[in-house]
């Protein structure tokens, strides 16, 4: 409605002037105005599904062709009985019937119309399309970041709570401090993980609950070391990002050490990047870093391509650097991250 208003107006106001006749312009443009709606809406609303979206190109020409023509005979006739004799008061001269040069500035001043409003809504469609595309794709990337961030390991939930029912049967005084470690991690696992970004304080503290869990779990012969620094206050970050770190230096060092385990974490805060490093040894016989890589990365449950993923779609390029090396004795996770 607002585009055929301007329309009508802005013609009405260019030939009125033009002519110096105001009354014969309006009663011109208000003859032609459903004409050009009529051929504007056929060619996008009929011509257009039918023909070009099918690839029928020549058919679709013809049909243009034949409507702008059948179009031309309604017109002049409309014009000389309805208006005046003088068909085309702008030609060259008054007309005589149709002649070929009234015919031809008639087609294609219909056929400017109707190509502008076809633009019109191709782009309004585009438009739409688009915006309904990235709406979906944000939905799905929002639905795959909700899904990784609740693939949690059965394996330590299932290995935690034979750590309990063992120290029950034993009467053991862990007991307790074993059961309120994993409550405080299934309530940050359910509750805080639904928002987008959590503070890096309770990223680390349930990092934390982790550990002491795993410390209970395999008893003296595990050391790890944990060194935090910087201001911490304020910082955001994806919940569940750094524990797949953590979980994967347990599962590629402890479970497969014999010996004495030691696993190394440091976490520190500059400006506004988190700088964040997993360290554990290696079992005496390992396999190279690419086959050690794309194992933790096929493995069941969180791991490093879960972390990967994460990254990739909660984070723009430039705002973190994932680093992972390895050397015969020891795997080391870097992570550079902006909070």
């Known amino acids: 409605m607002i585009f055929w208003t301007i329309y009508i107006l802005f013609n009405t106001i260019r030939w009125g002037s033009y002519f110096d006749d105001y009354s014969y312009s309006l009663k011109t443009n208000l003859l032609g105005f459903p004409i050009h709606m009529t051929l504007a809406y056929l060619n996008v609303y009929y011509l257009m599904p039918k023909f070009v979206h099918k690839k029928k190109y020549w058919s679709y020409a013809g049909l243009v062709v034949l409507s702008l023509f059948l179009m031309l005979i309604l017109k002049y006739y409309l014009t000389y009985y309805l208006v005046s004799t003088n068909v085309w008061p702008e030609g060259p001269e008054e007309p005589i019937g149709l002649s070929f040069n009234y015919a031809l500035q008639m087609m294609l001043g219909e056929f400017y ?44 939930f299932f290995n935690t709570l034979n750590n309990i029912y063992g120290l029950t049967l034993e009467k053991s005084d862990k007991a307790p401090e074993v059961v309120l470690r994993l409550s405080e991690l299934m309530r940050y696992l359910l509750y805080a993980t639904k928002k987008r970004k959590q503070d890096l304080v309770s990223e680390l503290h349930c990092i934390q609950n982790y550990i002491d869990l795993e410390r209970i779990r395999f008893s003296d012969h595990l ?117």
């Open 113 to 156: 119309v109707v190509a502008f409003v076809t633009a019109i809504k191709v782009t309004i469609d585009w438009l739409g399309e688009n915006n309904r595309f990235n709406d979906l794709e944000k939905r799905q990337l929002a639905t795959e970041l909700r899904f990784l961030r609740s693939q949690v390991s059965p394996h330590f």
């Open 223 to 339: 050391k790890v070391t944990v060194d935090i620094k910087g201001d911490l206050e304020g910082k955001k970050i994806a919940p569940m990002l750094l524990i797949p770190l953590i979980e994967n230096s347990f599962k590629h060092g402890a479970n497969q050490n014999l010996g004495a385990v030691k696993i190394s974490l440091s976490a520190q805060v500059t400006g506004d990047f988190l700088y964040f490093e997993v360290c554990n040894n290696l079992p005496v016989k390992t396999q190279d870093a690419k086959s050690l890589i794309h194992a933790n990365k096929n493995s069941s449950g969180i791991g490093l391509a879960n972390v990967e993923k994460r990254l990739e779609l909660g984070y723009k390029p430039q705002e973190y650097h994932l680093e992972i090396n390895q050397t015969d004795q020891h795997f080391t996770v870097k992570l550079k991250l902006k909070v």
